[in-house]
């Protein structure tokens, strides 16, 4: 038991660096004190004196401004970060070096007995005022984005932002199209020749403006290749024809554009 303790206050020191001693954290983080409480409270749900955990779990929500049900199965380093307004449910299941930010609800969307909260894998990250709502799984690594609203499964390492939640980025990226193929440099090549750059948002905080104007590039990219090879192919068939130059696009059209992708970036 002294074991877990002090594995639970080393994984505040790894996630929080305002955490500046033992003492501080064992004294002063809601986090620690609701997930403490909650391993008495497990274990005498388990053994049958489901009333008093049941109590202890209202005296502990009281005390911390945490809401765990004592039925809810929690893995090792689990990590409540500020904690007010975390509610999680009876059946609600949690892997090991999993965090949760203040105002994150695990909830069910049936009166039904039985599975009715969700089940979050290792390492998944829950941002502040998330909603995951319904018996599915979370996969390890993913991470929900703050006030998302997930009612559906999430694969392994993705990302989810929104409501209803939707994911902007996968653990592996998606491919272009079957029979598409695009070159990373001349990709570059022709974001710079018009003037715009889609690639600066982070790949860990994608925009999907930001996506839905790369799409438009590639999709240029590709055009311009085919009409290289259609002048080409005129100019054998008639050697008089001649490909005229492609005007350069004015970097002042995508101001507006370039702004608003700044505007994300912050």
């Not at 594995?7 to 500046?20: G, L, M, N, T």
């Not at 955990?53 to 049900?69: K, P």
């Not at 695009?182 to 710079?192: F, N």
């Not at 290289?228 to 192919?233: E, F, I, L, T, V």
Request: charged share 25%; net charge neutral.
């Amino acid at each position: 038991m002294f074991k877990q303790v002090r594995e639970d206050i080393a994984s505040v020191f790894k996630r929080d660096p305002a955490a500046r001693n033992w003492f501080e954290v064992l004294t002063t983080y809601p986090g620690l004190h609701a997930l403490l409480f909650h391993r008495c409270n497990h274990w005498l749900w388990n053994k049958g004196a489901k009333w008093l955990a049941r109590w202890l779990s209202t005296f502990a929500r009281w005390f911390t401004g945490i809401e765990i049900h004592p039925g809810a199965k929690i893995g090792r380093r689990f990590f409540i970060d500020h904690g007010m307004g975390v509610v999680i449910g009876e059946t609600a299941e949690i892997g090991n070096d999993v965090t949760l930010y203040h105002g994150v609800t695990l909830g069910g969307t049936s009166w039904n007995k039985g599975k009715r909260h969700p089940t979050l894998e290792d390492g998944v990250i829950v941002g502040a005022g998330a909603k995951i709502l319904g018996p599915f799984t979370v996969g390890a690594g993913a991470k929900i984005g703050s006030n998302a609203v997930v009612n559906k499964a999430v694969p392994a390492g993705a990302t989810v932002v929104g409501i209803p939640g939707r994911i902007v980025l996968r653990s592996q990226p998606d491919e272009p199209e079957e029979g598409i193929k695009v070159d990373p440099e001349l990709r570059a090549a022709a974001q710079k020749r018009y003037g715009f750059d889609a690639y600066g948002i982070s790949e860990e905080m994608p925009d999907p403006v930001a996506k839905s104007i790369r799409g438009l590039l590639d999709h240029l990219y590709l055009m311009d290749g085919r009409m290289d090879k259609m002048c080409q192919a005129l100019q054998r068939l008639d050697q008089n024809f001649k490909a005229e130059q492609m005007p350069e696009l004015p970097k002042d059209d995508f101001s507006d554009l370039e702004d608003k992708t700044d505007e994300c970036k912050t």
